[in-house]
């Protein structure tokens, strides 16, 4: 998704006539319906958590420069409710493993 057009997308036909015209949500909008309903049932388990840290940093390893603070954005989002503290050290380490391959990817 990363790599669609932020404009909008118009199909034409053999001729160069316009066809269907149509646009895509905004990629933060995109990030936000994938993500918003798996960080709040998600939001105490570890392995939830890190795998959404880790499908951001993967979506960050091919995304434009336009994209990147909506990916850091939405990986802060993801971690804001989870009760960190109250986590075994273990988890509190891989859930910071996760974040730094999204703070590389995107450039912090």
């Known amino acids: 998704m990363a790599q669609f057009p932020v404009r909008p997308i118009l199909i034409t036909g053999e001729n160069g006539e316009g066809l269907m015209k149509f646009n895509l ?7 936000y319906k994938t993500f918003f309903q798996l960080r ?16 951001i940093a993967f979506a960050g390893e091919g995304a434009p420069q336009q994209h990147l603070d909506s990916l850091k954005e939405t990986a802060r989002y993801v971690i804001e409710k989870a009760e960190l503290d109250q986590m075994p050290a273990m988890d509190r380490e891989w859930i910071n493993q996760k974040l730094q391959a999204v703070e590389k990817v995107t450039g912090r």
Do not use: N, Q, W
């Open 40 to 55: 709040h049932y998600g939001k105490e388990d570890v392995s939830v958590l890190t795998a959404m840290l880790e499908a």
């Open 25 to 31: 949500p905004s990629y933060r909008d995109i990030l």
